[in-house]
């Protein structure tokens, strides 16, 4: 079993950046994917960005790359999701999410995880 704890959620100025943690218990990320996913008030959950457990590759969805960033620190099995240049469409609750057998395709799609946070707001104010 995996437990996950977001934290780092706010309210942000568009433009601001903000920082979310995903603490995980249970056992030791290295051998995990781990996955950031977020839902919109009214809108479906939707990926944002994964950080596979072979060879730490990362991807991310289109309307993030080049201004998110997710790394993790193993050490204190956490994942982190670095945000900048926030948009107030980056409106959602944050989800992060963990699975130790996806690959390829399967690591964006968030039915195929096994484990989940609780989630934290993230509000960017125009």
């Known amino acids: 079993q995996v437990q996950l704890v977001e934290s780092g959620g706010g309210l942000v100025q568009a433009g601001g950046s903000l920082r979310l943690s995903c603490a995980a218990s249970?056992?030791?990320?290295?051998?995990?994917?781990m996955a950031w996913f977020r839902q919109a008030p009214g809108a479906e959950r939707e990926f944002v960005a994964v950080?596979?457990?072979?060879?730490?590759?990362?991807y991310y969805s289109d309307s993030v790359e080049g201004r998110f960033t997710i790394s993790r620190d193993i050490a204190k099995n956490t994942v982190y999701l670095q945000m900048n240049s926030l948009k107030p469409e980056d409106t959602a609750v944050y989800y992060c999410?963990?699975?130790?057998?996806?690959?390829?395709?399967?690591?964006?799609?968030?039915?195929?995880?096994?484990?989940w946070g609780q989630g934290t707001q993230v509000t960017v104010s125009s």
């Open positions: 999410a963990a699975d130790s057998a996806l690959v390829g395709a399967g690591l964006r799609i968030g039915n195929a995880y096994d484990y």
């Open positions: 249970g056992r030791t990320l290295s051998s995990y994917s």
């Open positions: 950080l596979s457990w072979r060879g730490g590759i990362t």
